[in-house]
């Protein structure tokens, strides 16, 4: 449905036309925030909290108005527009709507299992939510027992065993479990064999299949279920090799005992998605599985760099940022694994990280991004575990690069510093220009002050700060002089990377967020709520 069919509380195409009475938190704005983040205040925290209906007070407000069905239709909206950066809201806003007594509420939230429910963990956390919000009193009922059964039958026969045996059990539940409580009945002959792996292993498999002739997708499930189980009782690194490069296993599909193998790991690698690669480059370094000028180090740098792996994968820049930062670190953050990081990876994730800036699509809007420096920016980030200056300059990267009006300046005591930012510069560059400015104490009114001052048009600023303590003018006051003055509904997104808390956004003001920490869904909150989407 195009949203701007929605009625006008949850349509974002009404709500980006923005005049002097349409500023304030409406119950649409709560509620898409909910489902972004999973929280309805207008502060982001990198730290996720439980769920519950305390918290989606909106949500329920749109349901027991009678309007549950345009609730499950935003939910979709978000999910297929890629808003959603917490999948976990969705699905519980799904839970609950499919427990209200309105019955199209309940068909519409169910039918929508199929689609948002992209990988078995998302099923079993939405049935986990079902069961949370009965409190013990019946759940399995008819639409529920169908809704389940739609989605093993939805599946193709080699996807779901894929699927079944890379995530066997989450959050309590296992496929098992629902198949039994949800009377599933196959209807196909595919999904019918991974079935009856599911309920009687693989031996059952064996008695039902083994001496039958079967067609060609039969065999192929087949084959690939028999190749899982050799697998998991293989004493041989030959053939466990032949096992993964065949039938292409995944990490999750071998022994833990059997990631002891440079040759397995070797053999892992080459289907390996980009981000789960990008997570295991310090051990796979450590282990000497990625050898210094090896055929293996080229082939990793080839796949870190190829664009077309890139944006299947949907990289962020700042996932390379943070793999590169951990990897150049040369040990772990918590482990005692330690690595010398070579120098041809630590180049390929440098490139890695401008061609994903190229991949980021504008705004169109006019930023300001403003880094304060009146204290060290050494410490580490919330959310990230790299330093606070390495995420203030990829994100001024980013911008600079990407929008065509940005301006990036420093700022602290001893006032605001406009800095250039070219195309062809490092990190390392960018994060010198953030920290030669001498300290001071910190004001987040400073940036939007200057800007008043120099008569500079912006739609959002974006402050990054250390600092818990944020000077002696309320930013949130100063942004309000400044759009009287400009006559722009500009934005106000301050960043405390080492924060746990924020309270610099007015609750009522619907163009001010707070970010306490700082990570990659931080980034994708921060392009939604200037384009108006939360």
């Not at 039969?218 to 998991?232: D, G, I, R, T, W």
Request: overall charge neutral.
């Amino acid at each position: 449905m195009d949203p701007a069919s929605l009625p006008e509380q949850l349509s974002v195409v009404n709500e980006q036309v923005l005049n002097s009475s349409d500023r304030s938190v409406t119950s649409a704005v709560c509620l898409r925030r909910f489902l972004c983040y999973g929280s309805e205040s207008a502060t982001y925290s990198t730290k996720e909290y439980p769920l519950g209906i305390e918290n989606a007070l909106s949500l329920m407000q749109f349901i027991e108005g009678g309007r549950g069905c345009e609730v499950v239709e935003e939910v979709r909206r978000l999910n297929l527009e890629g808003r959603a950066v917490r999948p976990n809201p969705s699905l519980f806003a799904l839970a609950v709507c499919s427990q209200h007594a309105d019955c199209k509420t309940r068909k519409a939230s169910l039918g929508a299992l199929k689609e948002l429910c992209r990988a078995p963990v998302q099923l079993f956390t939405f049935v986990q939510y079902k069961k949370e919000l009965k409190k013990g009193s019946g759940m399995w009922g008819r639409a529920l027992r169908r809704a389940v059964t739609d989605w093993y039958n939805s599946q193709d026969g080699m996807s779901l065993a894929q699927a079944v045996t890379k995530c066997k059990h989450r959050a309590g539940w296992s496929h098992q479990d629902l198949l039994r409580l949800s009377h599933m009945k196959p209807t196909n002959a595919t999904v019918a064999l991974v079935c009856k792996y599911i309920t009687k292993g693989w031996k059952g498999v064996q008695e039902a299949y083994g001496d039958k002739e079967i067609s060609e997708d039969l065999q192929k499930v087949f084959a690939y279920l028999e190749a899982v189980e050799k697998a998991k009782h293989s004493t041989d690194e030959q053939e466990l090799v032949h096992l993964i490069e065949e039938q292409r296993l995944e990490k999750e599909q071998v022994l833990t005992n059997h990631l002891k193998s440079k040759e397995v790991w070797k053999a892992l690698l080459k289907e390996m998605p980009v981000v789960v690669l990008l997570k295991h480059l310090g051990k796979l370094t450590a282990d000497n599985v990625l050898a210094p000028g090896s055929p293996d180090v080229a082939a990793v740098c080839e796949r870190i760099q190829d664009e077309t792996a890139l944006k299947k994968a949907k990289t962020q820049p700042f996932n390379i940022l943070v793999a590169s930062e951990n990897y150049k670190r040369g040990h772990g953050k918590r482990s005692k694994l330690k690595w010398e990081p070579d120098g041809d990876i630590v180049q390929a994730l440098d490139c890695a990280f401008c061609k994903t800036i190229s991949m980021v699509e504008p705004t169109g809007k006019r930023f300001l991004v403003a880094v304060d420096v009146s204290s060290s920016l050494s410490s580490v980030t919330h959310g990230s575990s790299i330093s606070t200056v390495a995420v203030a300059a990829a994100m001024c990267m980013v911008i600079a690069q990407t929008e065509l009006n940005a301006q990036i300046v420093v700022f602290s005591e001893g006032g605001v510093v406009p800095c250039t930012i070219s195309s062809d510069m490092t990190l390392m560059q960018v994060a010198a220009q953030l920290i030669q400015t001498p300290g001071g104490s910190t004001d987040c009114a400073l940036p939007i002050i200057w800007a008043s001052e120099n008569e500079k048009t912006v739609d959002v600023f974006l402050i990054f700060t250390n600092n818990h303590t944020l000077g002696r003018k309320n930013p949130a006051d100063t942004l309000k002089t400044y759009r009287q003055k400009s006559g722009v509904f500009s934005k106000l997104i301050v960043c405390g990377m080492i924060a746990n808390s924020l309270s610099i956004a007015d609750p009522e003001d619907r163009g001010m967020l707070d970010i306490c920490g700082f990570d990659s869904q931080a980034v994708d909150v921060i392009r939604s709520f200037a384009l108006d989407a939360i």
